[in-house]
């Protein structure tokens, strides 16, 4: 049976809740999957204690497929990250009041590190579902890339195991004017993706990329 391991984040930035961590516990509470067996964790909004805890959960899980999802307001379309720059620069405090500003992830690490998972067959495989979905060529400099960066380090050496993050839209209820998606839409998209990366051997090979 293949294990995948799926994190969201709880609630930052003076929101009564994450999109992520919506949609996560919604795949949760519906997974029928026989052939994967479905593994969810809540990660907070900080600098370290995200890296240590997914860390723990994938020492923990051992899974097959790790994938992480974090909230990115101002976004309309589900995007699957391509790569994770070694870069902190906050723009607001994290949960623990920490804001590096033009810091590693991980000091001496490589620049950066592509995600393991089948990206763009992740991305059609949610088009297909009926969610708007792109392959995104940047995750920030917050607690998502570092998250990401720090997962895709820490399996640098296990190739075997596809790694990657995926950002999701605001959820109606949290945006007053500006661009939303349903949480249930999100939730279908995630096992789209989840499926996706459990069962493509090789990527496909479609343009996705974007002028700037």
């Not at 003076?14 to 029928?32: K, M, P, Y």
């Not at 990250?81 to 000091?107: L, T």
Request: charged share 20%; net charge negative.
């Amino acid at each position: 049976m293949t294990r995948v391991l799926l994190t969201g984040f709880e609630p930052f930035d003076g929101q009564a809740l994450n999109a992520s961590w919506e949609a996560v516990a919604v795949v949760r509470d519906a997974w029928d999957d026989a052939d994967v067996e479905l593994v969810v964790r809540r990660l907070p909004v900080s600098f370290r204690r995200a890296r240590q805890e997914l860390r723990t959960a994938v020492a923990e899980v051992e899974p097959d497929v790790v994938l992480c999802v974090g909230e990115a307001g101002g976004r309309a379309a589900v995007g699957v990250e391509r790569v994770a720059v070694n870069v902190i620069d906050a723009r607001i405090p994290d949960a623990d009041g920490s804001a590096p500003v033009d810091v590693p992830v991980i000091a001496g690490a490589p620049a950066a590190f592509f995600a393991t998972l089948p990206v763009k067959a992740c991305v059609l495989a949610a088009r297909d579902a009926g969610v708007p979905a792109e392959v995104s060529g940047t995750a920030g400099t917050y607690v998502c890339n570092a998250t990401f960066y720090a997962l895709q380090h820490l399996l640098a050496a296990r190739p075997e195991v596809r790694s990657g993050f995926v950002h999701v839209p605001r959820a109606p209820e949290q945006v007053g004017d500006g661009p939303t998606l349903a949480t249930v839409d999100v939730a279908r998209a995630l096992v789209a993706l989840v499926g996706a990366a459990v069962r493509t051997e090789t990527d496909v090979r479609v343009s996705a990329g974007a002028l700037s």
